[in-house]
């Protein structure tokens, strides 16, 4: 009875086995990926909408001038405390700090930085692919002025260009 199953796959059955698997893993490295790209896009749109909200919490508080650094404004421990925004990770482990222009083409990927000489928040992206064509610049970014200087609306998003 048990004769069948007692003598182990042969070569082309491990094969096809070997290929199955094989198939199944591609796929699932694929839809990890994607899943990836999804998340890291969600990610930047939640850390824009929580700058933006400290932005308007500083300016009611505060007064906040236009064009200042909303990085700068999510440090101070009022805006993160009362607005619990960014939970346990901090948003300070994925910010490089103040950089020159040029300097935000050495940004590390999924790095934010903050360009005081034009306003700009740069975010080094690290799946462009998930972000379509447009930001194929080298390296990929993302330009971001949130707080209203007079010539800039409240919200940009844009591709960087070299």
Do not use: C, K
């Not at 990085?71 to 990770?89: D, K, Q």
């Not at 000489?117 to 949130?146: A, S």
């Amino acid at each position: 009875m048990g004769g069948v199953w007692q003598r182990g796959l042969t070569r082309l059955e491990f094969i096809i086995a070997a290929m199955v698997v094989a198939l199944l893993v591609a796929v699932f490295l694929h839809r990890t990926e994607l899943l990836h790209g999804r998340i890291e896009a969600h990610s930047v749109r939640a850390d824009i909408d929580a700058m933006r909200t400290a932005v308007t919490l500083a300016r009611v508080r505060n007064g906040v001038e236009p064009g200042s650094n909303p990085v700068a404004l999510l440090a101070e421990e009022s805006a993160i405390s009362e607005s619990g925004l960014f939970g346990e990770r901090g948003f300070q482990d994925r910010y490089a700090g103040a950089v020159a222009a040029d300097g935000a083409v050495a940004l590390p990927r999924g790095q934010w930085a903050y360009r005081p000489e034009d306003g700009w928040l740069v975010y080094r992206i690290q799946r462009p692919r998930q972000f379509g064509d447009r930001y194929m610049d080298d390296p990929p970014r993302i330009r971001v002025r949130i707080g209203g200087r007079a010539d800039a609306p409240e919200l940009v998003v844009e591709p960087q260009q070299p």
